[in-house]
Structures are given as structure tokens and as C-alpha cells.
């Protein structure tokens, strides 16, 4: 069994930043694909952005392109999303997934594993 934890998230002022981590233990293999997707209440949950374990390539929303950046560190099992300049719509929970390489990324669909979810809240 896989288990993805998230942490990082809080309560932040609009234009400002917030970095979220993401801590896989459990069997994982190196060929996947971590993903960051988001709930609004009211919403479906959507993209954010994607990293692959093996490799360099990321994937983003184009919404979140230039101001949310994700990365990883492999030796500590860990992917980050730093997001900068944030507005009130950013206010979500913000969930980190892991996925078959090669899969969708961009979908709910390909992540086969999620963790509990940690909020963001963007005020003004």
C-alpha cells in the first residue's frame, strides 16, 4: 500500500506564497507520475500540476503556468508545489496523487493513490 502525505498548507494573504509538500512511503516504483490536483467546495476536483519520478518533465494547468511550480526530491520520497501569488480562487483543498508513468496526467483517472488533502485559504 502506498501512502501519500501532504503538508503545508494554511491560511495566506492574496499575492502571497505558499509551499506544499508531498511524503510517499509504502511500495512505490519509479516509473509514476506525482501529481497535484485541488477541490474547491462546490467544484470538481482539478489539475494543478504534474512531475515525473524518473525524469525532469512537468506538466501544469495552463491557469497555474508562471506563478505554481512543482518539484521533487527523490532521495526524500517528497514532491513540491510552490505556489506564489496567490488569489482568492486558489482557496482549495489541495491534494498530492500518484500515477502510472505514461498515464494521463492531467486526469483524475490516472492517479491511482491520493493523500487526505491539506487546505489552502486565500484571503484579501
Known amino acids: 500500500q502506498v501512502q501519500l502525505v501532504e503538508s503545508g498548507g494554511g491560511l495566506v494573504q492574496a499575492g502571497g506564497s505558499l509551499s506544499l509538500s508531498c511524503t510517499a512511503s509504502?511500495?512505490?516504483?519509479?516509473?509514476?507520475?506525482m501529481g497535484w490536483f485541488r477541490q474547491a467546495p462546490g467544484k470538481d476536483r482539478e489539475f494543478v500540476a504534474a512531475?515525473?519520478?524518473?525524469?525532469?518533465?512537468?506538466y501544469y494547468a495552463d491557469s497555474m503556468k508562471g506563478r505554481f511550480t512543482i518539484s521533487r526530491d527523490n532521495a526524500k520520497n517528497t514532491v513540491y508545489l510552490q505556489m506564489l501569488r496567490l488569489e482568492i480562487e486558489d482557496t482549495a483543498i489541495y491534494y498530492c496523487?500518484?500515477?502510472?508513468?505514461?498515464?494521463?496526467?492531467?486526469?483524475?483517472?490516472?492517479?491511482?493513490?491520493w493523500g487526505q488533502g491539506t487546505q489552502v485559504t486565500v484571503s484579501s
Open positions: 509504502g511500495r512505490t516504483g519509479s516509473r509514476v507520475v
Open positions: 512531475i515525473t519520478w524518473s525524469g525532469t518533465s512537468t
Open positions: 496523487a500518484a500515477g502510472p508513468y505514461g498515464g494521463n496526467w492531467w486526469r483524475i483517472q490516472a492517479y491511482d493513490y
